[in-house]
């Protein structure tokens, strides 16, 4: 088997980077079916004293004093909010909502994290192995494309269906 003909490109591609195409459909279905971000997470919610301001020194002790395991580092912003120790692993979230002030404390399960994944914002290894998993579709198709060219019938087929998926595109951008 020659290792650069469209056949090993397409097996080699499509089968190295199947793991991370399965992530990004499973996140992806999960995130269209309406779950959120702590789907699969354990969270407390603590209502604060809403007159604490960043960096919630007063509330950090405060929730120590009720047991709750603070991660190490600073309170940061976040989309907002207020957020303490990195999303990927337990974390504090300052919630403000008028004078009311709510503390989640999260232990992230599965899901969010590979949400994040999905989402490119879990590091330059999970960058790169997205950008490869895209690339590896384009490559399977092209590559998949062409060996399927070579009958005539099947090309009729391929063409017309790709008409439709490029009609069913262009019906689903107007209805936005």
């Given amino acids: 088997m020659n290792v650069f003909s469209s056949r090993s490109l397409h097996l080699v591609l499509s089968l190295f980077f199947l793991p991370m195409v399965v992530v990004y459909a499973v996140t992806g279905l999960l995130y269209l079916a309406g ?20 960096p919630y020194e007063a509330s950090l002790r405060e929730l120590e004093r009720r047991g709750a395991t603070l991660p190490e580092g600073k309170v940061r912003p976040f989309k907002g909010n207020y957020v303490l120790g990195p999303l990927t692993n337990d974390h504090v979230l300052f919630i403000r909502k008028g004078d009311a002030l709510r503390a989640e404390v999260v232990s992230p399960g599965m899901y969010p994290k590979l949400l994040l994944v999905h989402k490119g914002k879990a590091g330059w290894w999970f960058a790169f192995l997205g950008w490869g998993a895209a690339f590896s579709l384009l490559a399977a198709y092209v590559t998949g494309i062409a060996m399927m060219w070579k009958s005539p019938g099947r090309r009729r087929l391929m063409l017309f269906t790709a008409a439709l998926g490029v009609g ?7 209805l936005l």
């Fill in 168 to 174: 069913a595109v262009v019906v689903g951008y107007l």
């Fill in 35 to 54: 779950m959120d971000e702590n789907f699969t997470s354990t969270v407390t919610v603590h209502e604060l004293d809403g007159t604490d301001r960043p």
